[in-house]
């Protein structure tokens, strides 16, 4: 039952997300070492998979490791600086031909699974300039994109890859950094995604100092930051040399600027793409703007959602049940935990006598539990109460007073319930009584 219970669920997810990226773009950015890992054809199969349900993409692969290794057997040494290749005029040639060889790689590999896919030189650059006295020579940043070319180029349902190299407007071909080039084109085609798919695990709650606000999963692993987290989170760890930081940087530079949403994934993982798409835990880590946490009033179209989650709480007479007229009824009560447009999490501010309401009613969807939604509802709760200048909020519970405590509460007794509230009082729940002063 409770295995056929997931896959029911699975199969909602997969059809809800379906459907919220009809016509989304997403830029996939491919670490060149996945490119050459054993799993890396069945990752090519899934992004054909996307794809074909009709998903735009862009396909930016890193070619780091190719160039050095193209540099290494013709001979042709360059030198760094600050971790950047300094691309002199002889070099450039050895890199474009790393570039268009790795680009090359994954038309190829697209071909197998029938999808057509263009390289293209869409890309303008402009040289890096003299930094601190050092002339960083065909080495470049990304200028611009030409988005609508790559915009037709999607519209025709092809997929266009991008190599690192941009060309200035007479023509000269510049080496750039993948990297940014996936973040600039996230932003210029307003993409709803970017995925850096890299050959790292995680970054793991052990190993950093966590500022506040960030989620972890029940592994401890990082599983999102918000924008202004996941900053706090650079300068809090900047003397790390985890080559994740590189991509969390470029993540918030997109997060900032209307790309919805940054993952930054293990490519190593069979599977992970489709994992972190049609599931919002997913299984890598997430940048996000502040849409992503969301609490609002509940609208009468979320009764049934909150039924549903509600169920599988009531029928472990955890929660006191509630009919659907009952919800109908008293739904302005009541605020919603949406993400991606569905409901995961619930709870009531109910308004008694001397100045005093009660939190009911608090759920949190079973798939979702540890994450810290909980705790968010009833501290939105709290913040309502406190705003319509009550003096004190009380809650009924006959097997989560524990969590309450650690939230604040302290116990009560029926005494520090209002008269209107008492004279309702189920006792042979015998639930119990916890207070919480505002
Ligand atoms: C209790 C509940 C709301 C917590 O939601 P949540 O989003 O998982 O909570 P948070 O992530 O904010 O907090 C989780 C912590 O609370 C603790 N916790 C969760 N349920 C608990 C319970 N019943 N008793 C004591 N502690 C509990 C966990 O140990 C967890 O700590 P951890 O993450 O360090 O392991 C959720 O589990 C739920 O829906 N429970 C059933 C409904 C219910 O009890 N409602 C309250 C009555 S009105």
Redesign the pocket.
């Known amino acids: 039952m409770e295995h056929s219970k997931e896959q029911i669920d699975l199969i909602r997810e997969v059809f809800h997300y379906s459907h919220l990226f009809n016509d989304a773009v997403f830029v996939i950015k491919i670490d060149y070492r996945i490119i050459d890992h054993p799993l890396f054809p069945s990752l090519v199969k899934d992004l054909a998979l996307l794809h074909q349900m009709g998903i735009k993409m862009v396909i930016i692969p890193g070619a780091k490791a190719r160039i050095e290794e193209v540099l290494d057997r013709y001979g042709i040494e360059t030198r760094t600086a600050e971790g950047v290749r300094i691309s002199t005029e002889e070099s450039i040639p050895f890199i474009k031909m790393a570039a268009f060889d790795v680009s090359n790689r994954i038309m190829t590999m697209l071909a197998g699974q029938k999808v057509h896919a263009v390289i293209g030189n869409w890309v303008r650059a402009r040289s890096m300039g003299v930094i601190k006295g050092l002339d960083y020579q065909q080495t470049g940043i990304v200028e611009k994109i030409d988005v609508a070319l790559v915009k037709k180029i999607l519209a025709e349902g092809l997929i266009p890859v991008f190599p690192c190299i941009g060309w200035n407007s007479l023509g000269k071909p510049y080496n750039i950094n993948s990297n940014e080039l996936a973040t600039v084109a996230s932003i210029s085609l307003k993409a709803q995604k970017l995925f850096f798919v890299t050959p790292y695990p995680g970054l793991t709650e052990s190993a950093y100092k966590i500022p506040p606000g960030a989620y972890l999963a029940p592994d401890g692993r990082i599983s999102r930051l918000s924008v202004e987290a996941a900053l706090e989170f650079s300068r809090l760890n900047a003397d790390s040399s985890d080559p994740l930081l590189e991509y969390i940087d470029f993540g918030c530079r997109a997060a900032s600027r209307q790309v919805d949403r940054v993952h930054i994934i293990d490519g190593t993982i069979d599977g992970v793409i489709l994992k972190e798409i049609f599931s919002n835990l997913g299984m890598g880590m997430m940048i996000h703007g502040n849409i992503y946490d969301s609490i609002r009033s509940m609208e009468p179209r979320d009764v049934s959602d909150v039924l549903r989650l509600m169920e599988p709480?009531v029928e472990k007479e955890?929660?006191v049940r509630r009919t659907e007229d009952q919800l109908n009824a008293s739904y302005e009560n009541y605020v919603v935990y949406e993400v991606d447009d569905s409901i995961h999490?619930c709870g009531a501010l109910v308004e008694f006598s001397g100045d005093t309401a009660e939190i009911?009613?608090?759920?949190?969807d079973q798939s979702?539990?540890?994450?810290?939604?909980?705790?968010k509802i009833v501290e939105y709760l709290i913040g309502e109460a406190r705003k319509r200048g009550l003096g004190r909020v009380f809650?009924l519970?006959t097997?989560?007073a524990?969590?309450f405590q650690?939230l604040g509460f302290v116990p009560g007794d029926i005494s520090d319930l209002p008269e209107d509230r008492r004279r309702i009082y189920d006792t042979k729940r015998k639930s119990k009584i916890f207070k919480f002063l505002l």
């Open positions: 709480l955890i929660l999490g009911a009613g608090i759920a949190v979702y539990k540890h994450l810290g939604i909980g705790q809650v519970t097997q989560t524990d969590w650690q």
